[in-house]
């Protein structure tokens, strides 16, 4: 099994700073990674697919990089907003598709 | 616009059982895969099963294999959950969602969850 982590586990930001997260797969899964977003008490909302392609709707000044084992979320310009915990997650078939997250990283005001 | 709406969560005992029920609009229900995730407290979101557009296709996470059975009644637009042998490790807000996926070639075929409900509590306590 792929094993996804993610760093941090969880930081600290103020608006307006460029914030970027770290995502690890434990093998090559190319780039088959998401993210998403969760706000508590909210639906989470998918950012980026295919590790740097923008949702519909989903603000510019969020953006994906990454192939391989190693991706990366960064928010340009924290809004307030976005303090969030974020999640990146990849997928294979088996034929359905299965997903697996990352830990997560939470992002507070500081 | 497309909405996901889950019922049948609550407060059960250890080793019961409880199904929850996703019901879906706005979209073409039997065109996609859906799938059950959940966040237990203080924890991160944990992917819990899928069934095919179908029906005929299922897979589900190590943590509820032989536990949990995904369904779905395409002539009722609804997915369901049936939850048996309940733990307290069960105990979560569990989350349906709706499967998509982009293919810009053969090669390039990525798949990701577009739409989320709002999420159902689910307590395992005696």
């Known amino acids: 099994d792929i094993q996804m982590t993610q760093s941090p586990s969880s930081l600290s930001a103020s608006v307006g700073d460029r914030v970027t997260i770290t995502c690890r797969a434990s093998q090559s899964i190319s780039t088959n990674l998401n993210w998403y977003q969760h706000q508590p008490g909210k639906a989470p909302r998918l950012l980026i697919y295919?590790?740097?392609t923008l949702q519909s709707g989903v603000p510019s000044r969020f953006s994906g990089s990454g192939s391989g084992t190693d991706f990366t979320l960064t928010i340009s310009g924290l809004q307030p907003e976005d303090f969030a915990s974020y999640y990146c997650?990849?997928?294979?078939?088996?034929?359905?598709?299965?997903?697996?997250f990352g830990p997560g990283t939470r992002v507070d005001f500081k | 616009q497309v909405q996901l709406v889950e019922s049948g969560g609550g407060v059960v005992q250890p080793g019961r059982s409880l199904r929850l029920s996703c019901a879906a609009s706005?979209?073409?229900?039997?065109?996609?895969?859906m799938h059950w995730v959940r966040q237990a407290p203080g924890k991160g979101l944990e992917w819990v099963a899928v069934?095919?557009?179908?029906?005929?296709?299922?897979y589900y996470g190590d943590s509820v294999k032989g536990r949990f059975t995904i369904s779905r009644d395409n002539s009722r637009n609804t997915l369901y959950l049936q939850m048996n042998s309940l733990r307290a490790e069960d105990t979560a807000v569990y989350y349906c969602?709706?499967?998509?996926?982009?293919?810009?070639?053969?090669?390039?075929?990525?798949?990701?969850?577009?739409?989320w409900g709002q999420g159902n509590l689910v307590t395992v306590s005696s």
């Open positions: 969602a709706k499967e998509n996926v982009y293919s810009s070639t053969w090669y390039n075929t990525f798949y990701f969850l577009d739409y």
């Open positions: 997650q990849q997928s294979f078939t088996t034929p359905v598709v299965v997903f697996t």
């Open positions: 295919g590790a740097s």
């Open positions: 706005g979209f073409t229900f039997d065109n996609y895969g």
């Open positions: 069934i095919s557009y179908d029906g005929s296709n299922k």
